[in-house]
Structure formats: structure tokens, C-alpha cells
RNA sequence: GGAGAGGUGGCCGAGUGGUUGAAGGCAGCCGCCUGCUAAGCGGUUGUCUCGAGAAAUCGGGACCCAGGGUUCGAAUCCCUGCCUCUCCGCCA
């Protein structure tokens, strides 16, 4: 969310951000219906006021058994005008409020505008896509020959897009998991095991909610959200709290299943593990200090990263231009990781720097050491990693001609194995 | 699932419907005092918001889990929800 005060004074910027992320809002209309709450605010605050002193005095003329019913009958109307007029601050609040919460973030200066992924912009390459002296197959080609991914019978217990992990497939996930997590934590995160099911108030701090309802799962009763990521429960674990300034920046990592409904992806990756309703991941989260979060977006791409290089896989870093930008991020990085199978990169990891647009919805603050008041505290995620598109990885960019798939080396001690045969 | 208890400031904890933003204590901060430490003494310490001001600050409003209601007036009474705790049942 951002600060409604922002928005008048910088109409021009939200206007034009709105626009580069192809959004359609009358921010002049959001305003006109601020200025009317703040005349109905204003009224009644000299009501309230007046009715505050006179029910004093109420008070001390009953206390001296004096009569106070002249007093009395000239407060009930007014009650009756604060209780009118309260009504219609509601109404303006909550009208404000729905049209704030499908505000997007205002995107940072340095990422380009454009349309859709085609103008997302290439930073850097790591690594060189490897050459086969034969033809590499897709993932799930592979996952069926070694028996280590059952498609068929996964959909008999959930239907489509759900996979079953067998043998040293089942082994891979774990591997990664402990592997990721152990990587994380050496790097300052500390481990959390969150809630995957939440309530609304944490899928809305995020920015889940109310916009995207189409895209979560929900339970019925009682009611709550499957999580689409770790980042909705490990960033509300702060919600509502007031930091010290000494704590921060706050690192975390999280393991959790994710699940999405991938409503309106039809058709797409239809076959294969990269687009699932459950999948694995692992999440870096970050609270920090304003004016440290864009060195911190690149410190943790780099934590990122570095899972990649340890794993030997070939990937390129692009930034998300305007158009491509998640809804509540200002700035993000994918990673994108080689697939031979597909002869094209593809998104492993997302990294995004939220400024204070999930702080403010999810009043996380912190205050400074000597200074009145407090300040909204930036919130940063990224996957680190995908767990499933890494099991895509590692079977596609590390198969072999004869159908086995070696280990990477980082991942041996995890694995047990230093290759996947047929069936071990 | 059944029965009961409860949710007050950073923490503990009081609170007969009327100067209660909230006693008291602890912790924190600022002074004073003490050779140092401890103790002692005095003062001070929430958040959000509206208005005035260049600012320090000042004035108003709201907030005692959340949302409704009763009342001239609600932390205090009523309803709903959420959460916590105890006992029984069930259960990984």
C-alpha cells in the first residue's frame, strides 16, 4: 500500500506509475474521496470534543445532585450526529481502503518500463550451457526412464499438475531442502518453519489479498489460504510490531510447500514439474532499514546466486521491467536457470525489494535510537530456491547419454549418491 | 467435540459506568546524590491521526484483543468473532 498522503503530493508519480505498469486508477477520483473524508474527519472531531467537555460536566453536576437533563437532551442530538456522520466516515474509509489495496507499488527508478517479459532487461550470464553429444532430453522424459517422478498416478490421487516423488527423486527434493537451507543459514538467515495455511489479514499484509483471491487455494471452515509462497507467513511474522532499530536487518529462510492455482495458465507447461498446484521452495526474507535495501536486493540475489554456481548450473539474471513487475514489489530480479531440454532459460527464483509497500499494509515499523516516532521497515524475499525447477535443472543439465543423472558435487554428501540409475 | 476461566501500556498488575491514556510495581531514559558499584531522591517514558507552526512544540480526536450495540457518558454493561489457559474426549 502506499501513504495516501504520498499520493496527493506526488499525484504526477503515482499517475505515471500506474500507467508504465498498464493499471487503469483515477487517482483524482481517490483524492476527491479523501478530501471529503477529511471534512467529515474534521466535523466530527469538533463533536466529539464538545461532547467530551459536556459529558464531564455531566458528571460533576450529578455528582452535586444538581439537574443536568437540559445538558443531557443536548447531548443525545448530538450523539445522534456523531453516530450519523461516523456512518459516512465508514463508508469513505472503507472506500478508501478497497481502492488503496489494488494500488500497485511504484516502481524504482532503475527498472526499465516496458510491456510484458520480452522487455524485461539481461544483467548478467553465469556459466556456459553445457553440449551433448546427444540429444538432451526433457525433464520428465528423463524422471520416467529412472522411475523417480509418477505423473499418471499423481493425478489419480490429486489430478493434474500434482506430481509424486519417488526413490532418488524423493531423495533429490530432500537433498536440495537441506542442502538450500544449510547454505542459507551459513549465510546469517535464521530457519523458520512457518503456518502454511493463514488467515486473510496475512495473505492482504502481503499484498495476496484482495487482488489476486483466484490465484490461492482456500479452506472452507474455518476459513483460510494455502499459502502461494513462504514469503506471506515469514514477512507477516512481524505484522503489527514496532522493531528496535538494533535487530535489524532481520535475515530469515523458510522450507514450505506452495500452492497455487494457477488459474489462467491453461496449455502452459501442461507437462512436467515446472508448473505445479504443490511445489517445494525455499524462501529468503529480509527486514531492513530503508536506506540499505537496494544493497540489500543485491546481497540477497548474490545468496541466490551462489546456490546456482554451487550447483553447477548455468542461469542469467534479468530484471522485471514495469509491465512484468509483481504487484506489490518495486524492483525484482529473476533468476533464470538453463534448461536443455527446452534450450531455454527459465525462471528458478524471483527477487524482490517491497520498499515499504508490505510494511505499510502490515504495519511492521521500527524506530531509531534517539528519534521520536517510527518509520516503516523494507521488506525483501527471493527463492532460494525453487525446489522442484532445481529437480528440472539438475536432471536436465546433468543427464547422461546412457539416461543415468550425476550429482552435482555440493549436493553428494546430501544425496548419498553420486548419480541417479535406473531405479537406485 | 464437551465443560470452565481469561484477554488492560515494553513487562507484571489494579481498575464501584463520569478529570482513567489509564493507580502501583518493574524495566528504560534524564537529573541529583554517593570515592566506585549497589541503594536512595526528583522528573520523565505508547501508537495512530486532524489542525496550527520553519521547527522545537502546542491544541483536538481515536486506541484497554477485534467488530457491533446500550448510554448524555463505556476499559467497565450486552452481543458476535478471534486468541490464550485448565479439565474431559479424540488424535499426528
Given at each position: ?11 504526477k508519480t503515482v ?71 461516523n456512518a459516512r ?143 506471506v507467513p515469514v ?190
Open positions: 500500500m502506499l501513504d495516501i498522503k504520498f499520493i496527493r503530493e506526488n499525484r499517475e505515471s506509475a500506474i500507467k508504465k505498469r498498464h493499471e487503469d486508477i483515477s487517482v483524482s477520483a481517490l483524492i476527491d474521496i479523501e478530501e471529503k473524508r477529511l471534512d467529515l474527519l474534521r466535523e466530527i472531531e469538533v463533536l466529539r470534543s464538545r461532547r467530551n467537555t459536556v459529558s464531564e460536566e455531566i458528571g460533576r453536576l450529578k455528582k452535586a445532585k444538581q439537574d443536568a437533563s437540559g445538558l443531557i437532551a443536548e447531548m443525545k442530538s448530538v450523539s445522534e450526529k456523531i453516530k450519523s456522520i466516515l465508514k463508508d469513505t474509509d472503507n472506500h478508501i481502503t478497497s481502492i488503496m489495496l489494488t494500488i500497485p507499488n511504484i516502481p524504482h527508478n532503475s527498472v526499465p518500463v516496458g510491456k510484458d517479459e520480452y522487455d524485461n532487461a539481461e544483467i548478467r550470464k553465469w556459466g556456459t550451457p553445457g553440449t551433448f553429444d546427444f540429444e538432451p532430453l526433457n525433464h520428465w522424459d528423463i524422471a520416467e526412464k529412472l522411475d523417480i517422478i509418477d505423473f499418471d498416478r499423481a493425478s489419480k490421487i490429486a489430478g493434474a499438475r500434482f506430481a509424486l516423488m519417488k526413490g532418488p527423486g524423493a531423495r533429490l527434493e530432500r537433498a536440495l531442502m537441506n542442502f538450500m537451507l544449510d547454505h542459507n543459514t551459513a549465510r546469517g538467515y535464521r530457519e523458520v518453519s512457518p503456518p502454511v495455511l493463514v488467515n486473510r489479514d496475512t495473505m492482504t499484509g502481503t499484498g495476496q489479498l484482495p487482488k489476486f483471491e483466484a490465484d490461492l487455494f482456500r479452506t472452507v471452515d474455518p476459513e483460510l489460504y494455502l499459502i502461494p509462497t513462504a514469503e514477512t507477516n511474522i512481524h505484522r503489527n510490531e514496532i522493531l528496535d532499530e538494533a535487530i535489524l536487518p532481520l535475515y530469515y529462510t523458510a522450507y514450505t510447500p506452495c500452492f497455487r492455482r494457477e488459474a489462467g495458465s491453461y496449455g502452459k507447461d501442461t507437462r512436467g514439474l515446472i508448473r505445479q498446484h504443490q511445489f517445494n521452495k525455499v524462501e529468503l526474507v529480509k527486514f531492513v532499514k530503508p536506506e540499505n535495501s537496494y544493497d540489500e536486493l543485491e546481497k540477497l540475489t548474490a545468496d541466490a546466486e551462489d546456490i546456482l554456481q554451487q550447483l553447477g548450473l548455468p542461469y542469467r539474471v534479468v530484471v522485471l521491467c514495469t509491465g512484468d513487475l509483481g504487484f506489490s514489489a518495486a524492483k525484482t530480479y529473476d533468476l533464470e536457470v538453463w534448461l536443455p531440454g527446452q534450450q531455454r532459460y527459465r525462471e528458478i527464483s524471483s527477487c524482490s525489494n517491497f520498499e515499504d509497500f508490505q510494511a505499510r499494509r502490515a504495519k511492521i515499523r521500527f524506530r531509531r535510537e534517539g528519534k521520536k516516532g517510527t518509520e516503516f521497515v523494507h521488506t525483501l524475499n527471493g527463492s532460494g530456491l525453487a525446489i522442484g525447477r532445481t529437480v528440472v535443472a539438475i536432471l536436465e543439465n546433468y543427464q547422461q547419454e546412457d539416461g543415468s543423472v550425476i550429482i552435482p558435487e555440493a549436493l553428494r554428501h546430501y544425496m548419498g549418491t553420486e548419480a541417479i540409475k535406473n531405479g537406485i
